[in-house]
């Protein structure tokens, strides 16, 4: 079953420059992709790109100048601000990048019982807890006594505790070193295993691909290639864009070769065309203009004129 599905999401902000002028500006534009019951789709792109803000705006979380279109389905239905606000916490649940999203005044266990609105009980706490290592006397503990991994587990039982169906993970592996980043991610394959839809978002696509069932890439403000996560194999010949295949062949397992160029992290002012074509040795005339769109092609979805 589809849990959250997509459709040209596009977000933008409103800031006044010059006095009092007004300008709009796009962060994400056109974004497309779902996510089911028991998968792990990781969403991968460069900082900047604009992916903590398809979290927020999925959590319906957005700042007060930033405004979006598109749609957003959850389980079929549109995701309105009244749905937000109703499954925000309990079916939905959000894993933020940074742990100062913890009250450094309250106790841990505290904070954890009470996310989501509701008041869960310390056997509950406790069982969560010890399924992530955590000892029980963490539950007195304050933000600021917890190391980074310790705080990394706490917030992921925060999201957990109390059992959402959809899970956004915004960066959980950031600053971690690569084994406790791999144990995170495994944790997110635990929890879609058990039935949670899992959008986990990060620049680091090594320690997901072990984990995920596909990949979202990023590009420009927009999502140009969704792909199973074995499409990233071998010499990366099974994936459709040439951006997935440069992210590819940059890991240090393959030719550590970076991709062309300033990654475009935000659409361009002119939206026509494709936003990778100033790097594509395949880009024709044709790339320059119009709006190129998504396109399903073998098992993943691909936005490139050129793929087959
Ligand atoms: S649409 Fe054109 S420029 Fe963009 S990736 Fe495909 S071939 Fe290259």
Redesign the pocket.
Known sequence: MTVLEIRNLSVFFSRYYNWFRKRTEACLNGLELSVGAGQLVAVIGSSGSGKSLLAHAVMGILPRNAGWSGQMLYKGELLTPQLQQRLRGRELALVPQSVSYLNPLMQVGKQVRMSGGGVRSRTELRSMFRRYGLESQVERMYPFQLSGGMMRRVLVSTATLGGAELIIADEPTSGLHAELAQETVMRFRELADEGSAVLLITHDLESVLPYADAIAVLYGGTS?EVAPAHYFSGDGTMLR???SRALWTALPRNEFTPPKGKPLVRPARSAAG????EY?E???E??RSGQ?PVRRVNEGWV?????T
């Open positions: 140009i864009h040439p951006y494709c936003p990778y074509r594509c395949s880009a024709s044709a790339c190129i936005r490139c004129i050129d793929a």
